[in-house]
């Protein structure tokens, strides 16, 4: 089955080549020169791989940047030294360089690095390299690459910051998964005990692709205004409830007592817990205010339930209650913090 958002994209790219094509046959017609491939190469290069408003626009500066670095090194060889078999090769030469190390030291700008060196390869080890050549390159590229990103923007544009939220959503809604499977009710079947060691790996993808995510949505001019604080603090939010969820699964597994892990308190804490998960993952999803509250069982009330077995335990298994609990402070602090940062209300 076809997924729509890379459909779109690809229809996008389609028909800004088929734009580019139609400039180049225009240009060619109009000034009497053979038809380049460069304004549609520019377009395919910038949009082919690229499907967020923000990822294009980034990749256009960085072509261009290196676009313009490539010919400035083309024009300064051929205005001030000529068109020499020796001088084309130093050119080259020094051009891979430059480029070459900015490439591999400057990850923010390697792209760039890596078109000025094929910029300036292109122009001077062409048929007949000139000043004309270079700027007509230079002018080439610059078009495709306005094309690729004004058709990113206003055409069907595919915006990273919703996709965000979608994935800080499915963060949620596999935290809360996670829970379910690390804090189990005393009647609950066993899982396979790999189980939540996946689910672990699986939410430290999703927060890392949230992270990408957030890159792209700062990069977009246009829309609603992408806010790095409050994506931040909704991470680390998540991060602390992930750790703190591992934690409560790593005490409670060594917890033996039944009254402790039947404890009618607790089963109600995790049902409140994952009540209150889905809420959250709705007000994030819709991105829409939300008429119910969140509400957490007072853990001073799930704290005390548990202490009335605590003459009934060992040593070790106190403190294993003690951790439990401490997490699942830990856990209920940040979630309700994630509750204020996106308005939902909190009884």
Known sequence: MLKVEPLIHSIKTAIACMIGALITIALAYLFKLPASPWIVMSIIVVMCSQIYVGSVIYKAYLRFLGTVVGCLFAVIALVFFGHTNLITTLTVGLSSLIFSYLATTKENISYAGT???????????????????????????????????????????????????????????????????????????????????ELDEIIIQTLSKQRLLAKEAKREPLGDIFDPAH??????????????????????????????????????????????????????????????????LPLKSLKEDLEQYAQLLTSEERTYVDSFVFAAETFTTHLLNLARLYNVPVS
């Open 231 to 296: 994506f931040l603090q909704s991470l680390h939010c998540e991060k602390e409830m992930l750790r703190a969820v591992s934690l409560m699964h790593q005490t409670i597994s060594h917890i033996k007592h039944q009254g402790v892990i039947s404890s009618a308190l607790l089963k109600t804490f995790n049902e409140t817990v994952l009540a209150s998960l889905k809420i959250l993952v709705n007000a994030i999803e819709t991105g829409e205010p939300q008429q119910q509250p969140i509400h957490i």
């Open 115 to 197: 078109l000025g060196a094929a910029t300036t390869a292109v122009i001077l080890l062409s048929a007949s390299p000139t000043l004309f050549l270079a700027g007509t390159r230079f002018f080439e590229i610059s078009i495709g690459i306005l094309i690729a990103t004004l058709i990113s923007q206003f055409v069907m544009p595919i915006h990273a910051r919703s996709h965000l939220r979608r994935t800080q959503a499915q963060t949620l809604e596999q935290l809360s998964q996670y829970f379910a499977t690390c804090v189990k009710f005393a009647d609950q079947p066993s899982q396979q005990p790999s189980q939540h060691e």
